[in-house]
């Protein structure tokens, strides 16, 4: 849902619902003023580029008083040496204005592209620290159009316009100053051509800037899509959705496009705009100056071609002040949309002055009447009024039905949420008081489709620890039964395995992911279904070196197949976000219960 304010400044405001909805628009810069600090960093390159900057400035308006020698006391002196003379003068100034024009080409561009890397890197550091509710609030293409587009557009605008501005500016206050010098009365004449000039382009640039802004965010909603779509490419080739998922995406282009036609449609006129307006500028001044030069004769030729050169520069720089201006405020709205992310605040962070966890690590865990419920679900609690203590080195299983809150137990022992209600503690700590970096490092986890990523499989198993050596990282591999198919592979460990490492089985993926746990060498081991992807033989293999694995450590382990939590010291029940039962294998199923009955369903009568 969108609203439209106006506040007391008659500045119009879009209030959103979310991060994926509109940014603030406004007429004024000030998203802008979040490109100071970046620049700032880069202080040399900066006044480098403004000094050949002003250098150039200065050759400009040079040139016109070479070419005013030269026809003055060059061409009208009627001597060679003369003219020899002017020409080198001239030659010289355009000597000096070529080399100051690339050194603020070079200087204004590293400059952009310096600025860039690092709001892009900035911008990707802070999206890692943002919790996993945001997520559930932005697409993930969403975050890398602003990542993407977004930057390009402030790329160029630090790296090219705001040079071609500011250097525009300074032509045009040169001018004038040298205009009113040359010529103070024909001055006023070629300022209020400016201004006639001038006016029209700023109306016209809102117009362009509100497109714009426009135009991202149909872009970004495409962009969002297409990730969607192709990040689960194999379900919608599954389920034959490969016209319809191409004509929403076709859909969601045309639309970007219809608006990206009305803002090129605002800037051609723009650009017709100042063709017109200029050209009779520079066409009404000439007619004037020509009268001054040859019917008042208050000018000389000379001055007269200075002045005609001038109010051409001044003319012209004013119209690219107007183009620039547009711009800025396209770079402007890409700017509100990256200080969005950047002024993201995540809900779960490091309080100011942590608590430290105890030394060294027990792996004592402890659920202390939690209540829990995602956000966006406020009313469907996944956990209520939630107890469980788990003693260092405990094997413990949570069963129960799909949505009784067992994944929610593991999310929340991980600090990706904070339950609304209840405490819960890692060796004696509200992990509330404590950094959650420190209380993930205790912790390695297996989740049910626990991806992998892009490079080869050693480089997979680094992730888990990168201070592993190589030798650790074959135990591993070795441990989860991973080291066979891994081996066979063309380059063996260094072979690439493809985004996502989808160039693995899921069983071979999920061993692999195993083996990355294992070496990440945590107190406490979490286990989400890790096996429910392997074959039985597989299986079997993994499940030993689980065992193996789970010695020493406290194993919370969540699965539907109870064939894997047979061997558990404990097994929780799990039902509505609520323990209902806790025993071993032989004691629940005695008692008939919930766990009795899904032992029914899955070994049969005999089971009971």
Do not use: C
């Amino acid at each position: 849902m969108t609203t439209l304010v106006k506040n007391e400044n008659d500045t119009t405001t879009t209030l959103t619902e979310g991060p994926e909805a509109s940014p603030v628009k406004r007429r004024d810069l000030r998203p802008l003023a979040r490109l100071g600090p970046f620049i700032g960093g880069h202080m040399a390159d900066a006044i480098l580029a403004g000094m050949f900057l002003i250098v150039s400035a200065t050759a400009t308006m040079g040139l016109t008083f070479a070419v005013r020698h030269m026809a003055d006391r060059g061409l009208a002196s009627e001597s060679g040496h003369a003219i020899n003379q002017a020409f080198l003068i001239l030659a010289a100034v355009a000597a000096v204005l070529a080399m100051s024009t690339g050194g603020r080409f070079y200087f204004i561009t590293k400059l952009g592209e310096r600025v860039v890397a690092d709001m892009r890197a900035t911008l990707y550091g802070h999206v890692m620290t943002l919790d996993q509710a945001y997520f559930l609030k932005i697409r993930t293409g969403e975050v890398l159009s602003r990542m993407t587009t977004d930057l390009a557009i402030v790329e160029s605008m630090v790296g090219s316009t705001i040079s071609v501005a500011l250097r525009n500016a300074l032509t045009v206050i040169a001018s004038l100053a040298v205009l009113i010098v040359v010529n103070p009365g024909l001055t006023g004449f070629v300022v209020l051509v400016g201004f006639l000039i001038l006016a029209p382009l700023f109306i016209v640039g809102r117009q362009v800037r509100r497109l714009s802004v426009k135009a991202q965010e149909r872009f970004a909603d495409a962009v969002g899509y297409a990730g969607e779509t192709l990040d689960a490419l194999d379900t919608v080739q599954a389920f034959g959705r490969e016209a319809s998922a191409t004509a929403r995406f076709k859909a969601a282009v045309e639309t970007a496009f219809r608006v990206s036609l009305a803002r090129i449609g605002a800037r051609a006129g723009m650009t017709i705009l100042v063709m017109a307006l200029v050209t009779g500028g520079i066409g009404l001044v000439l007619w004037r100056a020509s009268l001054a030069a040859f019917v008042d004769h208050t000018m000389t030729p000379g001055a007269l071609l200075q002045f005609v050169l001038l109010s051409v520069l001044a003319a012209g720089s004013t119209g690219s002040l107007g183009e620039a201006w547009g711009d800025v405020q396209k770079t402007s709205g890409a700017m509100a949309r990256i200080s969005e992310l950047l002024d993201a605040t995540p809900a779960i962070a490091a309080p100011a002055h942590p608590n430290a966890l105890p030394q060294p690590a027990q792996g004592a865990v402890a659920f202390e009447n939690v209540t829990f419920a995602y956000p966006g679900r406020p009313d469907l609690p996944a956990l209520s009024h939630f107890d469980l203590t788990v003693r260092p080195g405990e094997r413990v299983a949570l069963v129960g039905p799909s949505g009784s809150g067992k994944s929610t137990v593991l999310r929340l022992l991980l600090r990706f949420y904070d339950p609304q209600d209840g405490v819960i503690r890692l060796d004696g700590v509200n992990i509330r008081e404590a950094d959650p970096g420190d209380v993930r490092a205790r912790m390695a986890l297996v989740a049910q489709d626990a991806p992998l990523f892009s490079g080869s499989a050693l480089e997979n198993l680094k992730f888990g620890r990168e201070s592993a050596d190589r030798a650790a990282l074959l135990a591993a591999a070795r441990a989860a039964e991973a080291e066979g198919f891994i081996a066979a592979l063309p380059e063996g460990f260094d072979t690439p395995l493809g985004e996502r490492a989808k160039t693995l089985s899921g069983g071979q993926r999920q061993r692999l992911a195993i083996a990355r746990a294992l070496v990440r060498d945590a107190p406490i081991l979490l286990l989400d279904e890790a096996t429910s992807a392997l074959d039985a033989e597989s299986e079997r293999l993994v499940q030993r070196a689980l065992h193996d694995a789970m010695v020493g450590r406290t194993t919370l382990v969540i699965a539907h197949r109870l064939a894997t939590v047979l061997h558990a010291d404990r097994i929780v029940v799990m039902e509505e976000g609520r323990v209902v039962e806790t025993g071993t294998h032989a004691e629940l199923t005695a008692r008939g219960g919930l766990y009795a009955k899904l032992a029914r369903l899955q070994f049969g009568e005999a089971a009971a």
